[in-house]
């Protein structure tokens, strides 16, 4: 439901400013209670309870409230149950709590003890006695408590009866006396409203509550509220709530402004598509750039580090750097600058030139407008994933960002800011007439230092200096003819992936994108893959580069090193600087992309057995031995690799697809640990030294057994795992490792059933046999260029080339490829940029040329 298309649910008018932000954080939180009595709130206040129906435009918001994911809605009346229900009449999906709280199911009286039952009848005994005749009093009856309503009630006469209550039964040591508008309550049982608010706590998931009352009874919960609770008070009277509407019409436009505002937060705020966004890298960190000109992703110090801007999973409550001209409506482009990573934003009279620059004190996003427009400009960090509250000081030159362990500062001379409340937080906004800055301005976010001073050189120079490194090394490459332009990109991409102070390699820039929108396939891929990494490094090394390789296996030797000597006991993954990751979590206060929950942080297949993962560093050891003179870490590596398969191949293990289920004997792992074998022979072929005999015996023994054990007569193909018969793309490694010839029956019948299982459009799923999590997913990119690969291999050079245009198409308007694709609605999904997807295009365009 949509509050444009929904005709009963009411647009909110404008609420008190302060209202509106205290409800805008509290829809904010992962889990909601809205809460609110029934009688004067969502209901008029009239002389006969019995005809107090709710306002038709209150039924609707609390019914679309209670239909949100992670919000739960109780309607706390003093009212009987029974007369509760059926007056509201609201939906099963809104708890009911009745009688001050006294009932939480229609059964509650036959909980009563014997002794409560007869106390009960001598209260409505005693009770009806002194209301019997008295004009305009109304008893109401209920199972553990008796009303007395005097609102219809002479003044003299509702006086007279509630005098005679007082000394009589609400005398009684065993009685409770609750006093609201025009109503007295006597009740067996001990609660009142705040008690039923806390019953409820205990009972549902809660992190925070909104309140909404009328009476006196509504204070006891009003008292009951906390940290980042909202009590509203209905009406006039003293009060313990912190806000404060007229009457219930009121009281549902604030229902309809929280339905909004948290329905904003759990599905997200106008998601862009994830491939339409840009990355922006300077060799220590990452940031992203919607095609608005919005920073909507940067972590710092590095890039496996917290977000400062992570509105990309959620809204921009979790912090964001947005530019935008004034005159509004959308740029007219966004592209790279040639050979660079300088992204460019353009609108009529308005350019704005963004990249990362590595300061001297740390990481620097330099933005840097020009034109002669006036822009409109939004600073709002939100360092931890949004988790400190942030205060902004302005200064000479710009503003320091208080409340992070990390020093933050916005350089920005000539530019007059207003701090503005976001909540707990506070943003920064400006108005930048470039006219009257000589048709420029600098907008320098400084990580890790804590001064505004200019520096020596310009942000204009630096940037140029930047972007010279970028083009210089753009320019050493040895790029194919076929898709060149897309191959530049590609390997800018995976250059910008690399964590240079190690030499790691990231396997996607951002983390919990989802595989499937609103789904919970949501992963943190800014960590070093043993895998992911080799095989980057090896297509860079293809192009010419060779530094990424040499770096990442000096990295990867110090790992082993810490092994004391058993390699086979390498985990699938590390933080960027080489250390074992934490423990996975989730981020709760994060809606995530497009609702897509939960946000993780940390990655749990680093605990897994991937026997895979000594293949491709085997394949990049033994390709940079072609490349230039080895040396003692090659062959000191290249043992290690062989040792580790020749100790555990015959083990299973959870595969290259990381499924969180018990571990088989995937037929990809066991390709992979052959694959290992091969390339060291290879290698030392290649050099003239003495291959170990036990390695051809070990490369013998593995290939008998994945050929033998892996096929399925009854599928006629190779398929996920030993007696499974599941497809899955990555048993077309059977043929690409060089294990099977590329005419082999048996590879070409695995090809043919791939693409019959598989493949769908323009894109290659991974597989489609139950991995043990809900829902669903893309295809995956890198499974389709294995897919053009094999094409090429068997002679099917047009279905190769005719895939390989589809793929590109998959990409963004700047080039890059998440994770993932859905061929229905023509979108990526996962992380974004993916390196196994950039890494797959760069492979095919360089054996499409080379077989033409």
Not at 162 to 169: C, K, S, Y
Not at 237 to 252: C, F, L, Y
Not at 506 to 533: F, M
Not at 645 to 662: F, I, K, Q, S, Y
Request: with cysteine.
């Amino acid at each position: 439901m949509d509050e444009r298309t929904d005709p009963e649910v009411v647009v909110p008018e404008p609420l008190d400013d302060s209202l509106r932000a205290a409800a805008a954080e509290t829809a904010r939180t992962p889990y909601l209670l809205v809460a609110c009595d029934y009688d004067g709130t969502l209901s008029p206040v009239v002389d006969d309870p019995a005809t107090a129906r709710p306002l038709p435009e209150a039924v609707a918001a609390v019914r679309a409230l209670a239909a949100l994911p992670q919000t739960t809605v109780a309607v706390v009346s003093g009212r009987a149950l029974r007369d509760l229900a059926a007056l509201s009449r609201l939906p099963a999906e809104v708890h009911l709590v009745g009688s001050h709280g006294s009932e939480f199911d229609i059964g509650f009286v036959d909980a009563l003890s014997p002794d409560q039952q007869q106390l009960r009848t001598d209260l409505v005994d005693a009770v009806t006695g002194i209301v019997r005749r008295q004009r305009g009093v109304q008893l109401e009856i209920k199972p553990a408590s008796v009303a007395i309503h005097t609102r219809a009630a002479p003044a003299e006469v509702a006086e007279r009866v509630l005098t005679a209550v007082r000394h009589g039964p609400a005398s009684w040591p065993e009685i409770q006396v609750t006093s609201g508008k025009k109503v007295m309550e006597l009740s067996i049982v001990r609660t009142n409203k705040g008690m039923a608010l806390d019953e409820l706590r205990t009972r549902l998931p809660v992190n925070a509550v909104v309140y909404l009352g009328d009476d006196v009874t509504d204070e006891s919960a009003f008292a009951r509220l906390h940290g980042p609770d909202l009590g509203v008070k209905v009406g006039p009277g003293e009060t313990q709530a912190s806000h404060r509407i007229e009457n219930p019409v009121d009281a549902v436009r604030l229902l309809g402004f929280l339905l909004i505002a948290r329905r904003r937060w759990l599905f997200g705020e106008r998601a862009v598509p994830i491939e339409r966004h840009s990355m922006l890298s300077n060799g220590r960190t990452i940031a992203l750039v919607a095609p608005d000109a919005r920073i909507n992703w940067l972590c710092y110090p590095k890039a496996d580090s917290s977000a400062v801007f992570a509105a990309l999973l959620g809204d921009t409550s979790a912090g964001h750097f947005t530019i935008s001209s004034e005159r509004g409506g959308l740029p007219l482009g966004q592209r790279y600058r040639r050979g660079t990573m300088t992204v460019e934003t353009r609108w009529s009279g308005l350019t704005v030139a963004d990249s990362l620059d590595h300061h001297a004190d740390g990481p620097s996003l330099i933005r840097i407008l020009t034109g002669t427009d006036r822009a409109t400009v939004e600073f709002a960090p939100r360092p931890e994933f949004g988790q400190i509250h942030v205060r902004l000081q302005r200064l000479a030159h710009g503003l320091l960002v208080l409340g992070p362990n990390e020093p933050i500062v916005l350089y920005s001379p000539g530019i007059e800011w207003e701090i503005v409340q976001d909540g707990e937080n506070e943003s920064a906004q400006a108005l930048v007439d470039l006219a009257e800055l000589d048709g420029a301005a600098i907008l320098e976010l400084r990580m890790c230092a804590n001064h505004l001073d200019p520096e020596e050189r310009s942000a204009f120079e630096r940037q140029a200096s930047t972007e010279a490194r970028w083009k210089d090394w753009s320019a050493s490459l040895k790029l194919p003819t076929r898709a060149r332009d897309e191959v530049l990109r590609s390997a800018l991409t995976l250059r910008g992936l690399c964590f240079q102070p190690a030499g790691s390699i990231l396997a996607a820039a951002t983390c919990s994108l989802p595989e499937e929108i609103g789904g919970v396939r949501n992963w943190d891929y800014r960590y070093c893959w043993l895998r992911d990494a080799s095989m980057t490094a090896r297509v860079l090394l293809d192009l010419g580069s060779a530094d990424e390789a040499e770096a990442l296996l000096r990295w990867t030797m110090k790992i082993v090193e810490g092994t004391a000597g058993h390699p086979e006991r390498l985990h699938p993954l590390y933080n960027l600087d080489g250390s074992d990751l934490g423990p996975e979590a989730v981020i709760e206060t994060l809606p995530g992309y497009a609702g897509s929950r939960p946000v993780r942080v940390g990655n749990a297949a680093n605990r897994q057995v991937q026997l895979d993962v000594f293949g491709p560093v085997a394949d990049l050891i033994c390709e940079l031995a072609r490349f230039r003179s080895p040396g003692d870490l090659d062959f000191a590596l290249m043992e290690a690799m062989v040792s580790a398969v020749a100790r555990r191949w015959h083990e299973p293990d959870n595969g290259l697809w990381e499924a969180r289920r018990a571990p088989e004997h995937y037929v990809y792992s066991k390709v992979m640990c052959w694959y290992t074998v091969d390339r060291g022979i290879a290698m030392y072929e290649h050099l003239d030294q003495p291959v170990p005999d036990a390695w051809r015996t070990l490369r013998h023994t593995i290939a008998e057994d994945v050929l033998t054990r892996g096929w399925r007569p009854e599928r006629g193909a190779y398929t996920i795992a030993y007696g499974d018969p599941a497809m899955d793309a990555a048993a077309l490694w059977v043929g690409l490792s060089g294990l099977l010839a590329d005419d082999d029956e048996r590879f070409l019948a695995t090809v043919l059933k791939v693409e019959a299982d598989l493949r769908s459009g323009p894109t290659v799923y991974r597989y489609r046999w139950n991995d043990g999590l809900p829902g669903a997913e893309g295809g995956f990119h890198l499974c389709t260029t294995w897919l053009i690969e094999a094409y090429l291999r068997t002679g099917r050079r047009t279905d190769a080339e005719e895939l390989f245009a589809q793929l590109l198409d998959c990409a963004g308007p700047t080039g890059l490829l998440s994770e993932e694709y859905d061929p229905e609605n023509e979108r990526g999904l996962g992380n974004h940029p993916q390196a196994y997807s950039h890494l797959g295009l760069i492979r095919c365009a360089l054996l499409l040329d080379r077989t033409a």
